[in-house]
């Protein structure tokens, strides 16, 4: 089975990183990232469209529950993102728990505390690293990291987006644990040292988790690390110049170029897979 055209475009729309970044698996898992992708971004979209389309939303819910039960949708986007589903024996909970993050896009709009924000998170990143984890026949004790690496590339994305979130009326950052009452440039520009603090913080936060989700890479056969460590790459470097300038994010949108990503790649499966690695596992 090839990638088809809508799938490609469908992933290609949605993220730049990870569509990019997947040119560096082999062939086969290549195809089968593309239909995991190409399911979640359609689903997103309807949800990030302006104006939403809720309809529309409840109507591939309802066709991908069939489908799941064995009643095909005669969508491409569903039916194969079923047959993956069943053949990398996802979890149904897993798809359950994306569905209702997509949900709660519809009607949620701010986050006080970051337990919420995790449950979103859980949802809406977390799981597509349970995915990629199945996809890739890793062991299980490679999950939690693999759940990690979700959770870190979405809260960047987070901070990156904070100015786009705005305009939708959304706030995914845990705004409790600042005196700013929202996140838009009006307010932060009246107390910038409180915003710097605020954003800094959040990065060291993803920091974290990012480096909680390298210790998976000893998992990952080499030619699924150099994808998988090229678009990591290329978060921890949108990461990087956020810290320098916490307000980048609302002067344009950060994200490095197609030949940084594709450099990146090219780089990083020169080197030696030990070099993959993070420092602190080649000590132990």
């Known amino acids: 089975m090839s990638i088809s055209g809508l799938q490609r475009r469908t992933f290609k729309r949605g993220s730049k990183t990870y569509f990019n970044s997947s040119f560096f698996f082999p062939r086969d898992i290549r195809r089968d990232v593309f239909t995991l992708y190409g399911f979640v971004r359609i689903a997103d979209d309807f949800v990030d469209a302006v104006p939403q389309q809720p309809e529309a939303f409840y109507r591939f819910k309802e066709q991908y529950e069939a ?5 095909p949708s005669g969508t491409e986007i569903i039916d194969e993102f079923c047959e993956l589903e069943r053949r990398c024996a996802f979890e149904h909970s897993w798809t359950d728990a994306f569905l209702r993050s997509m949900e709660l896009d519809l009607h949620k709009t701010t986050y006080y505390e970051i337990e919420e924000t995790l449950e979103y998170i859980y949802g809406s990143a977390e799981v597509i690293g349970l995915y990629m984890a199945a996809l890739l026949k890793l062991p299980r004790e490679a999950y939690s990291a693999a759940q990690m690496l979700g959770r870190a590339m979405q809260y960047i994305n987070f901070i990156r987006d904070i100015d786009e979130d705005n ?33 800094n913080a959040q990065v060291e936060r993803y920091y974290g988790w990012q480096a909680e989700a390298e210790r998976g890479y000893r998992f990952l056969p080499r030619r699924s690390l150099i994808p998988i460590k090229t678009a990591s790459d290329m978060y921890n470097w949108t990461g990087k110049q956020i ?39 080649q000590k132990e």
């Open 167 to 199: 305009s939708f009326g959304r706030c995914y950052l845990p705004i409790g644990e600042t005196t700013l009452a929202n996140l838009e440039y009006g307010t932060v520009v009246e107390d910038a040292p409180e915003f710097m603090r605020f954003i």
């Open 243 to 281: 810290e320098r300038n916490p307000f980048i994010v609302y002067e344009r949108k950060v994200k490095p170029t197609r030949l940084r990503i594709i450099w990146t790649g090219v780089l990083n499966s020169l080197v030696p897979t030990a070099r993959l690695q993070p420092s602190r596992l």
């Open 67 to 71: 489908a799941r039960l064995g009643q």
